[in-house]
Nanobody, 127 residues
């Protein structure tokens, strides 16, 4: 059974940085995709970035391209999301999840294509 656990959220001032971690367990293959999503109050869950862990190929939504960087440490079974130049509109609960539909990995970062959601970690950007 796949389990994902996020950590690293917190309170940060505008312009600051945070690094989120997603520790994975239960995978029986090294070929899978992990994506980061976020959900702000009253808004739909938004796909941000996705990485194929075997070859570290990364994909980004336009909303975070250039500010967020996804990476993976295969040995630690951990996927990171480095977030720089944070803005108030980045305030949300951040989740990681793994792709559960068949087909090309990270083809679309849509919540319906992913599962085994972690519990989420709160990121608050405020002065």
């Amino acid at each position: 059974q796949v389990q994902l656990v996020e950590s690293g959220g917190g309170l940060v001032q505008p312009g600051g940085s945070l690094r989120l971690s997603c520790v994975a367990s239960g995978f029986t293959t090294d070929y899978y995709a992990i994506a980061w999503f976020r959900q702000a109050p009253g808004k739909e869950r938004e796909g941000l970035s996705c990485i194929i862990t075997r070859d570290h190929t990364a994909y980004y939504a336009d909303s975070v391209k250039g500010r967020f960087t996804i990476s993976s440490d295969t040995a630690k079974k951990t996927v990171y999301l480095q977030m720089n130049n944070l803005k108030s509109e980045d305030t949300a609960v951040y989740y990681c999840a793994t792709q559960t539909i068949s087909g090309p990995l990270c083809y679309q970062i849509r919540s319906g294509y992913f599962g085994s959601w972690g519990q989420g970690t709160q990121v608050t950007v405020s002065s």
